[in-house]
């Protein structure tokens, strides 16, 4: 059932242009709660209350807008602003939309992002529907594993705030090559000993899943398992992304 409590003064809002309300209408709850509110509007009165927070928190909100709406925004709003929204969206997420919209309109909107989100997206559409490539996401902690314990919690304060997931941080060699996994309490546990390297700390046994690898082989591994995500390397055994739960099963 749509929430319509708020919808008067929304409307209100969007005629008076009062922009400083809408802003702090989109910021004063959690995302979730401020979609649900915005269910009501039409997709023209959705976007424009959106482009009265900064486009961070814009995709924040348009996450939890139904499926069917996300493409309708996507696909009929000024292609600067929806490229924009794109770029701050999940990998995966805006590969799945992607694959849902006029060829020509996301050929239009692709030119329009920044070439390495760009390379990513055309990357993720190579691999074929129902392979774990064409499931994972390419954000994810990953870490040289010659770092030190205080080395690579100053970097995953860097790369935290664009991850999906960091319940594994995921340890690679020079050549991007998976060599083995830290979990963040791990990591954090290991605050007394902060010069320990993550070669040292890493457990190596870990299960993969091939890039080729179909959904449901991988879906298996991770539901026999309880796995919270599982990584994706290439046949070379770089790795590429990873898969969450969520996502698989």
């Given at each position: 059932?749509?929430?319509?409590?708020?919808?008067?003064?929304?409307?209100?809002?969007?005629?008076?242009?009062?922009?400083?309300?809408?802003?702090?209408?989109?910021?004063?709850?959690?995302?979730?709660?401020?979609?649900?509110?915005?269910?009501?509007?039409?997709?023209?009165?959705?976007?424009?209350?959106?482009?009265?927070?900064?486009?961070?928190?814009?995709?924040?909100?348009?996450?939890?807008?139904?499926?069917?709406?996300?493409?309708?925004?996507?696909?009929?709003?000024?292609?600067?602003?929806?490229?924009?929204?794109?770029?701050?969206?999940?990998?995966?997420?805006?590969?799945?939309?992607?694959?849902?919209?006029?060829?020509?309109?996301?050929?239009?909107?692709?030119?329009?992002?920044?070439?390495?989100?760009?390379?990513?997206?055309?990357?993720?559409?190579?691999?074929?529907?129902?392979?774990?490539?064409?499931?994972?996401?390419?954000?994810?902690?990953?870490?040289?594993?010659?770092?030190?314990?205080?080395e690579a919690l100053d970097e995953l304060s860097h790369q935290g705030e664009n991850l999906e997931t960091i319940y594994y941080?995921?340890?690679?060699?020079?050549?991007?090559?998976?060599?083995?996994?830290?979990?963040?309490?791990?990591?954090?546990?290991?605050?007394?000993?902060?010069?320990?390297?993550?070669?040292?700390?890493?457990?190596?046994?870990?299960?993969?899943?091939?890039?080729?690898?179909?959904?449901?082989?991988?879906?298996?591994?991770?539901?026999?398992?309880?796995?919270?995500?599982?990584?994706?390397?290439?046949?070379?055994?770089?790795?590429?992304?990873?898969?969450?739960?969520?996502?698989?099963?």
């Amino acid at each position: 059932m749509i929430n319509v409590l708020l919808l008067p003064e929304l409307r209100e809002m969007l005629a008076n242009n009062d922009v400083e309300e809408l802003q702090q209408f989109c910021t004063a709850m959690n995302p979730t709660r401020t979609a649900e509110f915005m269910e009501g509007l039409t997709p023209n009165e959705a976007w424009e209350v959106l482009k009265a927070t900064d486009v961070h928190r814009r995709a924040e909100i348009f996450q939890y807008f139904d499926h069917d709406r996300q493409i309708v925004l996507l696909s009929e709003q000024n292609p600067e602003e929806v490229a924009a929204l794109i770029a701050e969206l999940y990998a995966d997420d805006r590969v799945d939309l992607l694959q849902e919209m006029d060829p020509a309109r996301v050929e239009m909107l692709l030119e329009l992002l920044p070439k390495s989100d760009r390379r990513d997206i055309q990357r993720l559409q190579a691999y074929p529907e129902g392979t774990a490539g064409s499931l994972m996401t390419t954000e994810m902690a990953k870490l040289g594993e010659q770092l030190t314990v205080r080395e690579a919690l100053d970097e995953l304060s860097h790369q935290g705030e664009n991850l999906e997931t960091i319940y594994y941080i995921y340890v690679v060699d020079d050549e991007d090559k998976l060599r083995g996994v830290v979990s963040s309490r791990q990591l954090i546990s290991s605050l007394g000993r902060p010069y320990t390297t993550l070669a040292d700390l890493m457990a190596t046994d870990l299960l993969v899943a091939l890039a080729s690898e179909h959904q449901e082989s991988v879906a298996k591994k991770v539901e026999k398992l309880d796995l919270l995500a599982i990584p994706v390397i290439d046949d070379g055994g770089k790795l590429v992304g990873i898969i969450t739960h969520d996502d698989v099963i």
